[in-house]
């Protein structure tokens, strides 16, 4: 499997300090406020693309130095070379955190049932209706919908750690929006709402929305701090 590009060192706070952050390319939706349209659509500058030997064998020179991988896109597991990959990534002794839609429970369940992730976060579009859900994904077929569901609840009932993450668009989201979330993945560990970026946007209109303030997103998570464990707010 070959990956659009790498970040070679990054601080996240799970699953460990320093990690190398990799990304693939191409994803089956369309949300208008993607923050990764490079990703999505022709790059302006063509990036020569990373092979998973190449990855491997940087991770094999810095065992003691990089804590894990992070996979995110894009949508990883459109990729039917995910689960292969990651299992050589583990077997190099590395932890692995996957960014996800949501929308390959199959490939969510296998990996998940062969111990091969440590960490997994899902993004939750909107409220699970489907309107709605397809409004702010900007393309969406019946099946990935209640695929989504099916992650969901595949992910509520998993061991390992799962972060639930939404990010709050105004043009899409009101408050009430965002707590209907919390209570559908009531009793999850964490949820994250992340407040919306105007500045890199897959719809050019999207650059005018002002996000929610910092005032107005802890508010939001307030309000939703009785169905889950714990919301974690990131502002810009």
Known sequence: MQ???MIKQSLVDYPGEIVSVLFTRGCNLRCPFCHNPDLLIKPRIVVKPI????VLEFLLQRRGFLDGVVISGGEPTLNNDLPADVRSIKALGFLVKLDTNGTNPT???ELLREGWLDYLAMD???PLDYKKYKNACG???TENFFNIRSSIQLLKNSRVNVEFRTTVVPALHTPDDIVEIA???EGCNLFTLQQFNPRVTLE???ARVVPYSKEEMQAIADKCAGYV???RVVNL
């Open 229 to 231: 464990k714990q919301v």
């Open 204 to 206: 050019p209109g999207y």
């Open 183 to 185: 209570k559908y993945i």
């Open 51 to 54: 092979d998973i030997e190449e």
């Open 3 to 5: 990956y659009a590009g």
């Open 139 to 141: 393309q969406l077929s």
């Open 124 to 126: 939750i579009k909107a």
């Open 107 to 109: 490939m969510l369940e």
